[in-house]
């Protein structure tokens, strides 16, 4: 689609967006309880979790709404009892239920590894490439059912990135598209949502706006799409929301000026969220960021003003893996006093903050 047509697209949609209504769960909710729904954090470097570990009194403190699991939490000796030993302590902890999170994609992207006895995995590139529904659907079984059974209730899966660029160093080259024609992965990746929800997985697709022509990796810096990026990339959100298909979204750290005149990434960029995704695409569930510690947001935009921004933007949870080397490790309590602060000053509005709680809150009702 050349870009003469993508500006007229956007522009018709932008001028039919209606207000976005949020319906309010409980206006009686303290602001401190909803910030920490915002918040989505790394377990810390335990593959055996101590009771008194710093992680499980944030949670009980209600700091947190979230953790993301890696490899790191996956004990050697005895990872299926330890893992489950870990989960359990979590979610006994919270008195909100907690996202149980982790990036399980396949292949490279895998933390649930078989040589810790877990199920073997395929990656999306590989699964494209055979273009079998059916072989898509086992391995994406062999991935949810595992979740399943040891409580894990988000995957950061499937990547519904459409591999524009055969040499992009963290997607294509990867393997963790399944195709270069969005319809492939569109369908792939339904089938892959259909599967976790069948075992009661939440999926989150990734990572909006499209990362599939990157030249550069936004773990590393800034990922500039806008001599590359392709409106082909937006396909297979629109089939997939028009589907029913989509439990969250992830957004990428990228920069697009074609999007966003003001060359923002999409995770701190209001026109790639609210004008784009929420308008255009009439998305109104829960946006994750891409972690906010990999180096295209902290290199390039202060830790707390990244916060403010990312809020500002209509993202809703917030993650801080504290697995990006070079980064101070960051916990949920100063995370929380930051939005909590920001909130003071009247640069961060608490209806915004409802807002993402509402969302929030309404995914976490389909958690069972």
């Known amino acids: 689609m050349n870009r003469f047509f993508l500006f007229a697209f956007l522009a018709l949609s932008i001028t039919n967006i209606q207000a976005q209504q949020v319906t309010n769960t409980e206006d009686s909710v303290s602001l401190d309880v909803m910030i920490g729904q915002l918040i989505l954090t790394g377990i810390g470097d335990f593959s055996y979790l101590p009771d008194d570990a710093e992680i499980i009194n944030e949670v009980k403190a209600g700091k947190v709404g979230g953790v993301i699991l890696f490899e790191k939490n996956i004990n050697a000796e005895r990872p299926k009892v330890q893992l489950r030993r870990t989960i359990d302590s979590l979610k006994a902890a919270a008195s909100i239920p907690l996202f149980i999170s982790i990036d399980e994609e396949g292949g490279r992207v895998n933390r649930l590894k078989p040589k810790y006895g877990f199920p073997v995995t395929k990656q999306a590139g590989e699964l494209g490439s055979i273009n079998n529904l ?6 994406a079984n062999n991935t949810a059912s595992t979740l399943k059974e040891y409580g894990i209730n988000v995957n950061y899966a499937p990547d519904v990135d459409v591999a524009i660029n ?27 949502i259909e599967v976790h929800r ?12 499209g990362h599939g022509s990157s030249r550069n990796d936004s773990h590393l810096g800034v990922a500039d799409v806008s001599a590359t990026w392709q409106f082909a990339e937006l396909m297979p959100y629109k089939y997939l929301l028009d589907s029913g298909s989509v439990d969250a979204i992830m957004t990428a750290h990228i920069v697009n000026e074609h999007l966003d005149p003001e060359k923002l990434p999409a995770t701190l960029s209001p026109y790639m969220i609210n004008n784009i995704l929420r308008g255009v695409l009439n998305y109104q569930g829960v946006v994750f ?13 202060g830790f707390e003003e990244s916060i403010k921004m990312a809020i500002n933007a209509g993202v809703d949870v917030m993650l801080f893996c504290n697995n990006v080397p070079g980064n101070e490790r960051r916990t949920p309590s100063q995370i929380h006093a930051i939005i909590s602060n920001y909130v003071d000053q009247g640069e961060i509005s608490e209806g915004r903050i409802r807002e993402s709680y509402n969302r929030i809150m309404y995914l976490k009702s389909k958690l069972k």
């Not at 069948?198 to 706006?209: A, E, G, I, R, S």
């Open 134 to 139: 059916d072989t898509t659907a086992f391995y």
């Open 166 to 192: 055969p040499d992009n160093p963290v997607i294509a080259k990867l393997g963790r598209s399944y195709s270069d024609d969005p319809k492939t992965v569109a369908l792939h990746a339904q089938k892959v």
């Open 198 to 209: 069948d075992n009661n997985v939440l999926t989150v697709l990734k990572h909006f706006p």
């Open 289 to 301: 960021t891409d972690d906010m510690q990999m180096h295209a947001i902290s290199k390039n935009y």
